[in-house]
C-alpha cells in the first residue's frame, strides 16, 4: 500500500462542528473523492475536536497543514480540485486560528 499524497481531517465533534455540517462536509469530500477514482492517493477522516470551536465546519489538509474553517458541503468540489488535485489551497476559505478567516 502506499502513503497517502494528502490527508484531510473534518472536525465532526466538539460544541459547534456537529451543528455546522462537519459530518456533511466529510462526507461531500469522501464522495468526490470516490467519484474521481482517488480513495488511493487522497484519505478523508473525521476527527475529534481540533479545539476551534465556533469557526466550524474546520478542517486541516496535510502535508501542507493548510487549515480551513466554515466549510460548507457545497465547497466540497472546489476543495478537491483546487486544493487536492492541482495544491492551489482557497484562499477564501483559509483559517489561521486567530478566529477570522485569512
Same mark, same amino acid.
Given at each position: 500500500?502506499?502513503?497517502?499524497?494528502?490527508?484531510?481531517?473534518?472536525?465532526?465533534?466538539?460544541?459547534?462542528?456537529?451543528? #455546522?455540517?462537519?459530518?456533511?462536509?466529510?462526507? *461531500?469530500?469522501?464522495? @468526490?473523492?470516490?467519484?474521481?477514482?482517488? %480513495?488511493?492517493?487522497? $484519505?478523508?477522516?473525521?476527527?475529534?475536536?481540533?479545539?476551534?470551536?465556533?469557526?466550524?465546519?474546520?478542517?486541516?489538509?496535510?502535508?501542507?497543514?493548510?487549515?480551513? #474553517?466554515?466549510?460548507?458541503?457545497?465547497?466540497? *468540489?472546489?476543495?478537491? @480540485?483546487?486544493?487536492?488535485?492541482?495544491? %492551489?489551497?482557497?484562499? $477564501?476559505?483559509?483559517?489561521?486560528?486567530?478566529?477570522?478567516?485569512?
Amino acid at each position: 500500500m502506499e502513503v497517502y499524497k494528502k490527508h484531510v481531517f473534518v472536525c465532526t465533534t466538539g460544541k459547534t462542528c456537529p451543528a #455546522a455540517g462537519g459530518v456533511d462536509v466529510c462526507d *461531500a469530500l469522501r464522495k @468526490e473523492i470516490s467519484d474521481r477514482g482517488l %480513495k488511493k492517493q487522497i $484519505r478523508i477522516n473525521k476527527t475529534g475536536c481540533l479545539d476551534q470551536c465556533g469557526h466550524g465546519a474546520v478542517m486541516v489538509v496535510y502535508p501542507e497543514s493548510v487549515w480551513y #474553517a466554515h466549510v460548507k458541503p457545497e465547497d466540497a *468540489a472546489e476543495i478537491v @480540485e483546487s486544493h487536492l488535485i492541482e495544491n %492551489k489551497p482557497v484562499e $477564501r476559505l483559509f483559517y489561521d486560528g486567530s478566529g477570522r478567516i485569512v
